[in-house]
């Protein structure tokens, strides 16, 4: 009696399984398609770097270095200069939310994880990190009701109390400022 009574729920299960199977393989295939027509049409791959520096408005770089044309009230369009000296605009997305937001960000050496395109110096941020006293600091923001960790400032997601910066240092061997 058994058996038959859950007969049914047996071949619902395996058949959502297939069915999932399938739908990876799909998806599976497609990335590999769009990665030959990229190949065929000669686009390149984006570039992982990991970049040291501190934020800047573009616009305010630019007028210092070579006197662009900039009116007292022009919106800030945030960007990254490296030590070396070159700039990178930031990609706006949900994990580079806090370099536009949190102004205490601007004041700090930053080191950014992030992606460039090909052809551009366009900086998609992954992760963020501090220095200071030669220490390397994990950037991130936290809720201490909820203990949930996100990437951004605002409100905590389940308990709507203000998340706040954490400056968590890593365990490696210090680096120089």
């Not at 007969?7 to 999932?20: A, E, K, P």
């Not at 000669?42 to 662009?68: P, Q, S």
């Not at 706006?92 to 992606?115: C, P, Y």
Request: charged share 20%.
């Amino acid at each position: 009696m058994f058996y038959r009574h859950n007969h049914g729920v047996f071949w619902l299960g395996g058949l959502v399984l297939i069915f999932m199977a399938i739908a990876a393989a799909n998806m599976e295939g497609q990335n590999t398609i769009a990665t030959e027509s990229q190949r065929a049409e000669g686009i390149e791959a984006a570039k992982e770097i990991r970049i040291r520096g501190h934020l800047v408005c573009l616009a305010e770089a630019m007028h210092d270095l070579y006197r662009a044309d900039l009116p007292a009230d022009h919106e800030h369009l945030y960007g990254f200069k490296t030590a070396d000296g070159t700039f990178y605009t930031l990609l706006r997305t949900d994990l580079s939310e806090a370099l536009f937001v949190d102004e205490r960000l601007h004041q700090k050496t930053l080191i950014i994880t992030g992606r460039t395109f090909p052809k551009t110096h366009l900086l998609e941020a992954i992760r963020l990190q501090s220095v200071h006293d030669g220490v390397v600091y994990n950037l991130y923001y936290y809720c201490d009701t909820c203990a949930i960790r996100v990437a951004a400032p605002g409100d905590c997601v389940c308990c709507q109390a203000p998340v706040e910066l954490v400056e968590k240092p890593i365990k490696l061997a210090p680096l120089s400022d």
